[in-house]
């Protein structure tokens, strides 16, 4: 089963750019993932402050591990200091 991920992301006023900064670094590590079948950071073309990321992965274990990653911790502690609000994710299957 594969599972898809949106995460949405709301940057505070002015860190717009720490936060495109700190999804970009996610790609190369969680690639390497075993269970990462596709990780993209994708910009609101008509909200600076937004950022989604659409990822695949091989199952929810995939996706735990990758909760559990020394880069996911990272940027985690960064989204804290930029995020305005709490970061939302959707997890998806296909019927």
Avoid: K
């Avoid at 940057?11 to 670094?25: F, K, M």
Wanted: charge should be negative; charged fraction near 25%; aromatic fraction near 6%.
């Amino acid at each position: 089963m594969t599972l898809h991920v949106i995460a949405r992301l709301r940057a505070e006023s002015g860190r717009e750019d720490r936060l495109r900064t700190a999804l970009e670094a996610m790609i190369e590590p969680s690639l390497a993932e075993s269970g990462c079948l596709s990780y993209q950071p994708f910009a609101d073309p008509n909200d600076a402050a937004t950022m989604v990321v659409i990822e695949q992965w091989t199952g929810p274990d995939a996706l735990d591990a990758h909760f559990a990653t020394p880069h996911f911790r990272h940027v985690s502690a960064v989204l804290e200091l930029v995020l305005a609000e709490p970061m939302v994710i959707d997890r998806l299957v296909a019927e």
